[in-house]
């Protein structure tokens, strides 16, 4: 079941860092889908926070998505998909500002084993290299968002990178499918100055085969610089529409994987909305 044939929606991400020079183009790498295709390509999911943030430097940027393999249908060209940005500040200190996932929809049709490949495009400098997170969702027959009667959560701190458990959903014995999924992802002890925060959640099941899962959170938080001030931003959350087929009573197990370690806990929280 490794190309995910039991279910219909998935999600693919990189995770790199951005460049530093204006009007630089540097190469996320390559995201090669799963065999058993055509695959349907409906939504492009971008984000970037500063690593290191630096007075009167901003985050302006645009992703860039390339058919490396040439079978992705229409030709993806031009293919320019913009980022949440952030402005800049003046002064020797700033917050962490929170920095929203966009999720562009788009129909490309795409043969099983296509690679695409992303480039972060800057439009103005950066001293450090910012985090960015590009990706895809993909499915055989795109999802239309609908009411869902049932909702279920689990939640865990984590402060390590790489992944950690939070934990998992049991499904109502009249589960037929899950409709959305999403995860916020903040800070809940005393947030450290310079750590930016973000990462993707995973689900995994015995009884569903999810993979591949990798699903982008609400957002993340980039780095503040100095002596951290004011009050944390605040976030609503993401829920992304997605047709997966399910067993009654399945089990569904939720992933958080931060890019980096944080000294004082995170907060990740998995919501599944289903019939």
């Known amino acids: 079941m490794s190309n995910g044939s039991d279910a219909n929606c998935h999600s693919m991400i990189l995770n790199a860092g951005g460049g530093t020079v204006a009007a630089s183009i540097t190469n996320l790498g ?4 799963p065999a058993g295709g055509p695959w349907i390509i409906h939504g492009i999911h971008t984000l970037a926070v500063n690593a290191t943030s ?22 993806p060209a031009p293919s320019r998909w913009p980022l949440s940005g952030a402005g800049s500040f003046l002064g020797a200190a700033t917050g962490k500002p929170f920095m929203p996932t966009m999720i562009w929809p788009t129909r490309l049709e795409a043969a099983g084993k296509a690679v695409i490949t992303f ?31 049932f ?10 990178a790489g ?5 998992t959903i049991t499904l109502a014995e009249k589960a037929t499918r899950i409709t959305a999924v999403g995860c916020e992802l903040l800070q809940s002890a005393v ?37 951290n001030h004011g009050l ?44």
């Open 30 to 33: 390559n995201i090669t889908l």
């Open 54 to 75: 630096t007075a009167a430097e901003g985050i302006i940027a645009h992703l860039r998505m390339t058919s490396v393999s040439g079978d992705v249908t229409p030709n």
């Open 119 to 149: 480039d972060y495009v800057m439009d103005t400098l950066s001293t450090v290299a910012p985090r960015v997170l590009a990706g895809v969702l993909f499915s055989r027959t795109p999802p239309e968002p609908h009411a869902a009667p």
């Open 151 to 160: 909702s279920d959560r689990v939640s865990v701190a984590a402060t390590a």
């Open 163 to 167: 992944a950690t458990l939070i934990g």
């Open 191 to 227: 947030s450290v100055a310079a750590e930016e925060l973000l990462g993707w959640f995973v689900l995994s099941s015995d009884d569903i085969d999810f993979a591949p899962s990798q699903y982008p959170c609400t957002g993340g938080f980039s780095a503040g610089l100095a002596t």
């Open 232 to 275: 944390g931003d605040g976030t609503y959350p993401l829920m992304i529409p997605v047709d997966i087929p399910v067993p009654g009573g399945a089990r569904v197990d939720c992933t958080i994987n931060l890019v980096t370690a944080v000294t004082n806990a995170a907060r990740a929280a998995v919501t599944i909305m289903y019939e």
